[in-house]
């Protein structure tokens, strides 16, 4: 369209005139939008830097060792609520940073608090590029995400009851690793605000972070959740069914022993077999003994103390390990199997639900300390290799 006004000066040259100031203007704006984005580009490189710049001066702060710099360092922390300034703190897990400044960080963002939290669980599901070019062309990518993702993980679990919201929320992340992880951490944390979380979760579709949810509820131990576990001793998923076995043993709640008793029946688990033991009624002992007549505890119990990576060997324990020591448990024999080796975690999960870790600590000190001794014993006592002494003289 031409511009009336040239065209009325001029009406000869009116139309060339029109486009030679359009294309003129239309020359001006690109460039005054180019230079606004270079502007833009430029200020956001700069702030970036002075940005990281400042977190990373902090971090070391803490790494320093002067109590004075790392209270300040500390205090700057608990006042840092940016998003921009959370995400640069967390991208530093990605960079590879010595065990120490790792640790550090992760101070750094348990002093943050709650802001640090949601950022933290969205880091939970940072995965490496999916395409196979884009895996050639940053093939440090991967390892990148596996460190940010572990270490946030170890942040979130420092932060305990700070962090629980947000793995809240993660429960029903449309991630299935974000849902699988916010449940493994609430099952760690144990705050009684993820129970009916966790009982919702325990009832969708996705069988890993289902398990984990049922693990959780019976960490926590609230009677909320017996109902929903029960429930899940009819998955179709036999790994569930255990784990809700066992998280029932440990709420302790006697409306489950039957229950209990039909899935023992049905399965001959022995995390069914083992949650019963923990009921300790009459009707809970009387059906673990009834599903384990074939196999004599006491018995190998005794094999146990004796060797248990042969027994183990042998099948003679097989699934039923766990329910020896539950009932035939002792400081001494939990040491014995920590130094074996087999199974170490579930002894000293055991060690802690009867209030016995010291006493297997210092068991387990008693027999190291005696097996070092009978070994400078023997090495005393051999006999020198033939030739030996003619060699020397």
Known sequence: MLCPALVAADPGSGGARCKMKVARLRKRLCVSLLVAAALAVGWYGISRFLRIEHIGR???EL???DTQRVKAAEEEFAHVSDARDIQTLIDMFGDGLPGELNSCVSRALAKVGEPAAPLLVKALGKEGPKYWLWRKMMPRAEER????????????????????????VGLGSDNSRI???????????????????LIAALGKEDIDAAQRAAHALGQIGDRR???ALTNALDSKDRDLESISAHALGLIGDTSAVSPLVKYVERTHDSSGMIALEMLGTDQARAAVDAAIAPVDLAAVAKDVKGSFQATVGQGAIGPKFDLVLERYGTPELAAELVECGVSEGRVWDWATRKNLIREVE?????RRKAAGEKAEEGALQAPEEPGTQGKAE
């Open 58 to 60: 902090l971090v070391a």
């Open 63 to 65: 790494a320093s060792g």
């Open 145 to 168: 995400a596996n460190r940010m993702r572990m270490c946030s993980n170890n942040a979130l679990l420092g932060m305990q009851s700070k962090s629980v919201k947000s793995l809240i």
């Open 179 to 197: 849902r699988y992880l916010s449940a493994s951490l609430l099952a760690s944390i144990k705050d009684a605000r993820a129970v009916e979380p």
């Open 225 to 227: 959740g017996v109902e």
């Open 362 to 366: 210092e068991a387990t000190e008693s």
